[in-house]
């Protein structure tokens, strides 16, 4: 999990420090629940993902991963790395592919 977290902070841009202010605890927590692994509280556990967008299944479900959940869990990762026009195009497509399927116009 805590590399999920720090690939997560990275990828948004946030230092060690900005991310410990927003969940209300210090920067060496931080580095340690993304370096060692070390538990913290729930409270700060839901901050966590939450702005960081983590999805827990597959930590608290971890049998149910297989392969089409990596591929549910890829497309979400390039997902999250689009912008809001990116986004209204992919949801185009998805709209698209669904109409397709149940031969509505």
Not at 76 to 102: F, Y
């Amino acid at each position: 999990m805590g590399k999920e977290i720090k690939r997560r902070r990275k990828a948004k841009g946030w230092t060690q420090e900005h991310l410990a202010q927003l969940v209300d605890l210090t920067p060496r927590s931080i580095m340690y629940i993304e370096n060692r692994g070390q538990h913290t509280s729930l409270n700060a556990f839901y901050k966590l993902v939450t702005l960081l967008d983590i999805s827990v299944d597959e930590f608290f479900y971890p049998d149910k991963s297989d392969g089409e959940n990596e591929r549910r869990k890829h497309i979400e990762r390039l997902l999250n790395g689009m912008d809001e026009k990116e986004l209204t195009i992919m949801e185009t497509v998805a709209e698209g592919i669904e109409k397709s399927r149940t031969g509505a116009e």
